[in-house]
């Protein structure tokens, strides 16, 4: 079955500094979404692309975060200036076509540290 | 999205069959009811999803009251692999994917 690919699986850095988080969607797929789940948490959304723009965001996606989908394969997540808060995993997935009847391909997580 | 309500945990016997209630008795009627599966901190995985008939693939059956108002995942013959936690999420498309606490299924050899 085709994959959602996520890098680096783990990614730790300094309060403060920029982080980018990168997807590859699987590549006939036109929806892209992020997700993040503190530990022990839900998994909470935070924002979802289509046709090179965002179509929906959550309260937790403002202004320090940005998502681009810089060529054709890739879709990133960058957050501007980390915050000790942001310390989650973050899940790329992606859907063919947004319809109501398929199901999302989640990644498999970038664990993000900040210290 | 329909709010959804299911049992915080459970128990089943590893080879007997693992029945996982749903509660979303404010659906939608063009709402397909879906589950995913969180196996530790891996990323969600789907499983099944069905709007008003009841479904079977190759990992669960999925049976959805008449009404729509409840539904049930059945994993047929349970293994240690299937202890996970189980999000039942009623979904309309073309939006976000909204998770709750799910069920934390432990399967016990």
């Known amino acids: 079955e085709p994959e959602v690919t996520q890098t680096p699986s783990h990614q730790v850095t300094q309060m403060g500094q920029e982080v980018i988080l990168r997807c590859v969607p699987i590549?006939?797929?036109?929806?892209f979404y992020w997700y993040r789940q503190i530990l022990g948490q839900k998994v909470e959304f935070l924002v979802s692309?289509?046709?090179?723009?965002?179509?929906?965001k959550s309260e937790i996606f403002d202004d320090q975060f940005s998502v681009e989908r810089p060529d054709g394969s890739n879709f990133t997540l960058k957050i501007r200036s980390t915050k000790l808060e942001d310390s989650a995993m973050y899940f790329c997935?992606?859907?063919?076509?947004?319809?109501?009847?398929?199901?999302?391909?989640f990644g498999s997580g970038t664990q993000l540290s900040v210290l | 999205d329909a709010k959804t309500t299911q049992p915080t945990s459970m128990d089943c016997a590893e080879g007997r069959a693992a029945n996982l209630p749903c509660n979303h008795s404010t659906i939608s009627g063009n709402e397909y009811v879906y589950w995913y599966r969180q196996i530790h901190s891996q990323g969600p995985q789907y499983i099944i999803h069905g709007l008003k008939n009841n479904e079977t693939n190759e990992m669960a059956s999925l049976i959805i009251t008449e009404d729509r108002k409840s539904s049930t995942l059945i994993l047929p013959h349970a293994t240690l692999r299937d202890t996970a936690v189980y999000y039942c999420?009623?979904?309309?498309?073309?939006?976000?994917?909204?998770f709750g606490q799910g069920t934390r299924l432990t399967i016990n050899p």
């Open positions: 997935a992606s859907s063919p076509g947004g319809t109501a009847n398929e199901k999302l391909f």
């Open positions: 590549s006939n797929h036109l929806y």
């Open positions: 692309f289509y046709n090179n723009e965002i179509s929906e």
């Open positions: 999420i009623g979904f309309r498309g073309a939006q976000k994917l909204v």
